[in-house]
């Protein structure tokens, strides 16, 4: 293992980071080490911001091996910002050698993150977004499965939660008003609120359900359909938006996080506060928000004709 590896990943686990997140760190640090072992047969103490900019080919390239140091015939590509999530974990280790007053070849600061490519943010049109959140009672046989999906798709896109946070909702986090009080990334607290529409299909689903499970969206199927804590999986909402999506012709690719960027979007364009976006979808950081406010191109259009100087 790395130099302190053990005492690293316990020091984020001691401040309160969930377990995927240290599962992350511990698989990013691994790649590094077996890149160090492997590839260049160095130690950690050895390396110097030469060994950063290898370190960065090596993820780029289709030859790397995997995060156990398997080596595959072709491996995916990785994203620029599954890099940068690598290298960020490279560079919060450093921290921590230095913090503890160990000896660190190399600064945290001399670890440069990639340049993240900017697509145009894209969005399907309200309208399909709407077809495809009350899309379940067409495409759907069994009426608790009926219920259920479109409850959930109501909640993501009244809401604008990750769709971590809405598997992991439980039934007493709602109260009367509809205001439900989330735990999300980074361990962040807040407020989302339902719409009234949102909430009444919720309360239709649960009048269906005759359990006492905890959890406020469960499985009907599956091995653990029967366990009490048993929840829906991401996964799965992920396959049915997509199946859903396919089926009504929307071409624009829909996922639960494009139900919160639609979210976000169309609260702008309705002249929402970017701070109140904010706030509703747990950024620490205005920027993100404000990119949501012109990735609207209707908003774009709106502020092309009201501030042209030649507009008349």
Do not use: C, W
């Not at 993150?113 to 399909?128: C, D, G, Q």
């Not at 909640?155 to 992991?168: A, K, N, P, Q, Y």
């Not at 609260?267 to 609207?296: D, F, K, M």
């Amino acid at each position: 293992m790395l130099p302190y590896q053990d005492d690293f990943l316990l020091s984020i686990k001691t401040n309160n980071y969930s377990p995927e997140t240290i599962y992350n760190y511990e698989r990013d640090l691994e790649v590094f080490r077996h890149f160090l072992a492997r590839d260049l047969g160095i130690s950690f103490s050895e390396i110097t911001k030469r060994t950063i900019e290898l370190y960065k080919a090596y993820l780029i390239s289709r030859d790397r091996k995997t995060p156990k140091g398997v080596e595959k015939k072709s491996v995916p590509r990785l994203s620029a910002g599954s890099i940068n999530r690598m290298l960020s974990s490279l560079r919060r280790y450093l921290k921590y050698m230095i913090d503890m007053d160990y000896d660190a070849p190399i600064a945290p600061e001399a670890i440069k993150l990639t340049k993240m490519p900017r697509p145009h943010s894209r969005v399907a049109e309200f309208e399909a977004l709407v077809r495809l959140i009350e899309s379940p009672a067409d495409f759907e046989k069994k009426r608790e499965i009926v219920l259920r999906n479109r409850a959930m798709l109501e909640t993501l896109f009244s809401t604008g939660m990750r769709i971590s946070e809405l598997v992991s909702l439980n039934r007493d986090q709602i109260d009367k008003t509809g205001r439900i009080f989330i735990r999300g990334k980074g361990r962040k607290e807040r407020f989302v609120y339902l719409t009234d529409r949102a909430k009444g299909h919720i309360r239709n689903y649960l009048t269906m359900r005759s359990d006492d499970k905890p959890a406020l969206f469960i499985p009907y199927s599956g091995r653990n359909m029967h366990k009490t804590d048993a929840r829906i999986s991401p996964n799965y909402l992920q396959m049915k938006i997509k199946q859903y999506r396919m089926s009504l012709g929307i071409n624009v690719p829909t996922s639960a996080h494009s139900l919160r960027h639609g979210f976000a979007t169309y609260l702008a364009e309705q002249g929402a506060n970017p701070a109140a976006i904010q706030i509703l979808l747990g950024h620490e950081s205005l920027h993100t928000p404000t990119r949501y406010v012109h990735a609207s191109d209707k908003y774009a259009e709106r502020t092309h004709r009201q501030f042209h100087p030649l507009k008349k």
